[in-house]
C-alpha cells in the first residue's frame, strides 16, 4: 500500500511561486499514475496535473504554462512546480496515486491529506 505525505503549502501573494512536494510510502509507487487534485471552498476537487510512471504528463488548461509535474522515482517523491500564482488557485492541494495490479493484488488509490494554498490579490 502507498501513504501519501505532501508538504510545501503556504500563504503567497499573486504572482508567487510555490513548490508542493509529495512522499509515497510503498513498493509500487514508481508505477502508479501520479496526480495533483484541488478542492477550493464550496467547489469540487478538480484534476490539476498527472504524471504516468514514465512521464507522460497532462495538465488542466487554468495551469498550461504555469505549474510543473515531476517525480523521482528514486525518492518516491512527486513534485508541483507551481509559478505565476493566481487568487483563484487557492484551495488545498491532494496528492493522488491510482490504483494498479501488481500481479493479482489490487493496490486500491491512494489520497493524501491535502496542503492548503492560499493566494492573495
Known amino acids: 500500500q502507498v501513504q501519501l505525505v505532501e508538504s510545501g503549502g503556504g500563504l503567497v501573494q499573486a504572482g508567487g511561486s510555490l513548490r508542493l512536494s509529495c512522499l509515497g510510502y510503498?513498493?509500487?509507487?514508481?508505477?502508479?499514475?501520479m496526480s495533483w487534485y484541488r478542492q477550493a471552498p464550496g467547489k469540487q476537487r478538480e484534476l490539476v496535473a498527472s504524471?504516468?510512471?514514465?512521464?507522460?504528463?497532462n495538465y488542466a488548461d487554468s495551469v498550461k504554462g504555469r505549474f510543473t509535474i515531476s517525480r523521482d522515482n528514486d525518492k518516491n517523491m512527486l513534485y508541483l512546480e507551481m509559478t505565476n500564482l493566481e487568487p483563484e488557485d487557492t484551495g488545498v492541494y491532494y496528492c493522488?496515486?491510482?490504483?494498479?495490479?501488481?500481479?493479482?493484488?489490487?493496490?486500491?488509490?491512494?489520497w493524501g491529506q491535502g496542503t492548503q494554498v492560499t493566494v492573495s490579490s
Open positions: 510503498g513498493r509500487i509507487f514508481s508505477v502508479r499514475t
Open positions: 504524471i504516468s510512471g514514465g512521464g507522460t504528463t
Open positions: 493522488h496515486g491510482d490504483s494498479r495490479y501488481l500481479g493479482d493484488t489490487l493496490y486500491p488509490e491512494r
